[in-house]
Nanobody, 121 residues
Framework: QVQLVESGGGLVQPGGSLRLSCAASGSIFRINAMSWYRQAPGKERELVAS???????NYADSVKGRFTISRDNAKNTVYLQMNNLNPDDTAVYYC???????????????WGQGTQVTVSS
């Protein structure tokens, strides 16, 4: 079994910053892509940022220039540095990892439990 544990969410004022972390644990041979998604009330879950095994990154247009995704492969951890936050960034943020548990198995998509980010004055 593989688990993802997120941390770093909370309440922040507009213009502020937060750093989310997501650590994977369990039986892991390799993690391919690691990503952050978010879901605001009444809206569909959307991709925020993703990072491949070779550190190729991709961002939603709404967060480009404000958010930075990075990963530490030795620690099986992905981070999301969020700067200049605004109320539209309020959502539950979910970590996702595409994991290969052994050399002989297919990849599996694993989700974290989510962490709340609220941007409000």
């Amino acid at each position: 079994q593989v688990q993802l544990v997120e941390s770093g969410g909370g309440l922040v004022q507009p213009g502020g910053s937060l750093r989310l972390s997501c650590a994977a644990s369990g039986s892991i041979f390799r993690i391919n892509a690691m990503s952050w998604y978010r879901q605001a009330p009444g809206k569909e879950r959307e991709l925020v940022a993703s990072c491949t095994l070779w550190n190729n990154t991709n961002y939603a247009d709404s967060v480009k220039g404000r958010f930075t995704i990075s990963r530490d492969n030795a620690k099986n951890t992905v981070y999301l540095q969020m700067n200049n936050l605004n109320p539209d960034d309020t959502a539950v943020y979910y970590c996702n990892a595409i994991v290969r548990q052994t050399i002989a198995t297919y990849t599996t998509s694993i989700w974290g439990q989510g962490t709340q980010v609220t941007v409000s004055s």
